[in-house]
T-cell receptor
Framework: NAGVMQNPRHLVRRRGQEARLRCSPM?????VYWYRQLPEEGLKFMVY????????ESGMPKERFSAEFPKEGPSILRIQQVVRGDSAAYFC?????????????FGPGTRLTVT | AQSVTQLDSHVSVSEGTPVLLRCNYS??????LFWYVQHPNKGLQLLLK??????LVKGINGFEAEFKKSETSFHLTKPSAHMSDAAEYFC?????????????FGTGTSLTVIP
């Protein structure tokens, strides 16, 4: 059973470009979470999605950031018009519908560098 | 509101000596608590979790943690450190609210193991 997959693992963008980060949850998992990790900091929650629905986006910046989890295909985190401050590691996690323990399974992350 | 405080940003131990990584939490609910480990440029791996069962939780690689409600603590311990334990460790509290299992991360403790 493959774990949570994220691609690309490393992404370099110039200021003003768009960044698209992809996350494929574990098989059978329909809950996806995105987190951002700035250097020397812990992970900060960004958004929680289920298939075709955004459940909680309280951690998303108000502008330039968006996320989706379509019926088919991976979840996408999109950052438009990137700035240097967007440079970070972005982690995706997934959990199954009936995860009573609340455990989340994390992907390897995408490291975004904005030049 | 949920939050996690990891009391030490860096811990250094000699190989073969005990490890203690401290974590205190605040939670409005009966919390679920987790410890994750992150090796350099890798994703997060679950070490162990507490979900209102036994207060002493055993995890992988010889780690364990004790949930102490009176002290609101969930410290991570290991009797004998190994070189491969050098990594970043995150204490996490889960808010199992109606909107899902949002995770709150501590800022992390970097463990160095001296040969």
């Amino acid at each position: 059973n493959a774990g949570v997959m994220q691609n690309p693992r490393h992404l370099v963008r110039r200021r003003g470009q768009e960044a698209r980060l992809r996350c494929s949850p574990m098989k059978g998992h329909s809950h996806v979470y995105w987190y951002r990790q700035l250097p020397e900091e812990g992970l900060k929650f960004m958004v929680y999605l289920q298939k075709e629905n955004i459940i909680d986006e309280s951690g998303m910046p108000k502008e330039r950031f968006s996320a989706e989890f379509p019926k088919e295909g991976p979840s996408i985190l999109r950052i438009q018009q990137v700035v240097r401050g967007d440079s970070a590691a972005y982690f995706c996690a997934s959990s199954p519908v009936t995860s009573g323990s609340g455990e989340q399974y994390f992907g390897p992350g995408t490291r975004l560098t904005v030049t | 509101a949920q939050s996690v405080t990891q009391l030490d940003s860096h811990v250094s131990v000699s190989e073969g000596t005990p490890v203690l990584l401290r974590c205190n939490y605040s939670s409005s609910y009966s919390p679920s608590l987790f410890w994750y480990v992150q090796h350099p440029n890798k994703g997060l791996q679950l070490l162990l979790k507490y979900t209102s069962a036994a207060t002493l939780v055993k995890g992988i690689n010889g780690f364990e943690a004790e949930f102490k409600k009176s002290e609101t603590s969930f410290h991570l311990t290991k009797p004998s450190a190994h070189m491969s334990d050098a990594a970043e460790y995150f204490c996490v509290v889960s808010d199992q609210s109606n909107t899902g299992n949002q995770f709150y991360f501590g800022t992390g403790t970097s463990l160095t193991v001296i040969p």
